[in-house]
């Protein structure tokens, strides 16, 4: 069985083009670029990390492998010269990946041998993508980021007494799933002033749910974060929730085919739409 784990995949270039940047290429063709140029590269002393093994799904989507390779060492007898020997090897530990282009999401799976969470291998693509002179020639960086599920915050949001604060993080300018009447314009300003991610903040005695819903679940589409300060009842302290920290998760059987594969693709889809039903609902 393959756990799997989402991610949103951004790409962030700077506000001015350089003279030598194509304007007409888009983020999604630099993404896929450099996914196809298989990059590889030393992330720590003797462990190499690569992508191979592509694999297209649909027009949107894509499959690929994700791993390292490094030198292990096996104690072994030598039945010849009677001896104990370390005899060493190559071990090239793997998992699976699924990009879908157009929502910006690709999903990761649980790999022990990689890392003891699947965030740690999501950072390890980041490196990876980020090390590629694709990325470099087009001035640009690549963040991947756990999405989170904003149904327990929103609940918890619903069924307060009262919301004294909130808060929520944003980033420059994505063109998917944002909540325009919020997001927009603060990723815009935030791109104008060169800066790299913001923070928002509202107060207040008793704040609407209604419209922190919204945002919620937009932050959680893109992979920011929001956190507010309530109360459950009337004369109760005021508690701390967050968005972080509720994982976008799935498993699936196995990837050992293009039908299998393609099974799981939709169910990223499925999946990540459900994360962000109440955005996509006001588009």
Do not use: C
């Not at 390292?68 to 010849?80: F, G, L, N, P």
């Not at 980021?145 to 919301?163: E, G, K, M, W, Y």
């Not at 998917?176 to 928002?200: M, S």
């Amino acid at each position: 069985m393959l756990q799997f784990q989402l991610f949103k995949i951004r790409i962030q270039r700077p506000g001015q083009l350089s003279l030598f940047d194509d304007p007409a290429r888009s983020a999604r063709d630099i993404i896929l670029d450099v996914i196809n140029s298989k990059p590889s590269a030393q992330l720590r002393r003797g462990h190499t990390w690569h992508i191979g093994n592509i694999e297209e799904l649909d027009s949107d989507s894509i499959y690929f492998a994700l791993g390292r390779t490094t030198i292990a060492k096996v104690e072994m007898y030598d039945e010849e010269a009677g001896n104990f020997v370390n005899q060493e090897f190559d071990t090239a530990p793997y998992t699976h990946a699924f990009l879908d282009l157009g929502l910006q999401v690709v999903a990761i799976a649980a790999k022990a041998q990689l890392a003891p969470t699947v965030p740690g291998i999501a950072r390890q693509l980041e490196r990876l993508l980020n090390s590629s002179t694709i990325l470099l020639q087009a001035d640009a960086q690549i963040g991947v980021t756990p999405l989170n599920d904003p149904q327990d915050f929103v609940t918890h949001l619903r069924d307060a007494f009262s919301i004294e604060k909130f808060a929520v993080t944003f980033r420059r300018p994505n063109p998917w799933d944002v909540e325009r009447d919020f997001h927009e314009p603060f990723e815009k300003f935030l791109a104008e002033a060169d800066g790299d991610t913001g923070k928002a903040v509202i107060e207040g005695e008793s704040l609407k749910s209604d419209p922190l819903e919204k945002v919620a679940t937009s932050a959680a589409a893109l992979g920011d974060d929001a956190e507010a300060l309530l109360r459950t009842a009337r004369g109760r302290r005021p508690i701390k929730k967050r968005l972080r920290g509720n994982p976008v998760n799935f498993s699936a059987d196995n990837a050992d085919d293009h039908e299998a594969k393609v099974g799981i693709i939709q169910r990223v889809k499925e999946t990540y739409l459900r994360v962000r039903q109440q955005s996509s609902s006001e588009e």
